[in-house]
């Protein structure tokens, strides 16, 4: 069973629609962490979140951390075809990164 | 770029022998990891170390050993390949348990 569950799991859109992923545990992280993959390269990081209830933006994209630090969402606005990759969240647990199941979009032109 | 370097990048090899994947930081980061990435599994940890001589097991260690001799190397072995260990294989580094995680590009490992 993994600890982080992320939905949806592939997601294909169109150019400038908005979208939401999902995040979600049972357990508390002490901070978590959102990267993105590109095919045939390692998950680079895009940002980290540490206190509950904590909002980032980062250009288009929305980064939220639960208020029990348990779960997380990316929102994307006006979505772009250079947004296509996998998404992963993170969580930090006793020194450990723990990896959700990762989310696939692609964004059509 | 953070200096990763995962070796080999590709690798097909029999089940029932034993393979070593290696990874090599100049960036003297304390905190190593493996981990492998499957299809609807995002990136699942198989064993970290941190510092020299320091490792523990991460959640799917079974059929994996792991040696760390020196700051800068990481090893992973299977000690006897199987079909199911056939995956990408990721080495992450870390400059505390905490930090943002560099990822080298990967070895593909297959074992037929």
């Known amino acids: 069973t993994q600890l982080l569950e992320q939905s949806p799991q592939f997601l294909s859109i169109q150019e400038g629609e908005n979208l939401t992923v999902y995040c979600n545990s049972s357990?508390?992280?002490?901070?978590l962490q959102w990267y993105r993959q590109e095919p045939g390269e390692g998950p680079v990081l895009l940002v980290t979140?540490?206190?509950?209830?904590e909002v980032k933006k980062l250009k288009r994209l929305t980064f939220q951390f639960g208020d029990a630090r348990k779960d997380s969402s990316l929102h994307i606005t006006a979505a772009q075809p250079g947004d296509t990759g996998l998404y992963l969240c993170?969580?930090?647990?006793?020194?450990?990164?723990?990896f959700g199941t990762g989310t696939r979009l692609q964004v059509f032109p | 770029d953070a200096g990763i370097t995962q070796s080999p990048r590709h690798k097909v090899t029999e089940t029932g022998t034993p393979v070593t994947l290696r990874c090599h930081q100049t960036?003297?980061?304390?905190?190593m990891y493996w981990y492998r990435q499957d299809p609807g599994h995002g990136l699942r940890l198989i064993h970290y170390?941190?510092?020299?001589?320091?490792?523990d097991k991460g959640e799917v260690s079974d059929g994996y050993s792991v040696s760390r001799s020196k700051t800068e190397d990481f090893l992973l072995t299977l000690e006897s390949a199987t079909s199911s260990q056939t995956s990408v294989y990721f080495c992450?580094?870390?400059?505390?348990?905490?930090?943002?995680?560099?990822f080298g590009q990967g070895t593909r490992l297959t074992v037929v």
């Open positions: 993170a969580g930090e647990k006793t020194d450990k990164l723990i």
């Open positions: 170390s941190y510092g020299v001589k320091d490792t």
């Open positions: 992450a580094i870390a400059l505390t348990g905490t930090a943002e995680a560099f």
């Open positions: 979140v540490v206190t509950g209830g």
């Open positions: 960036e003297n980061h304390r905190y």
């Open positions: 357990s508390v992280f002490s901070s």
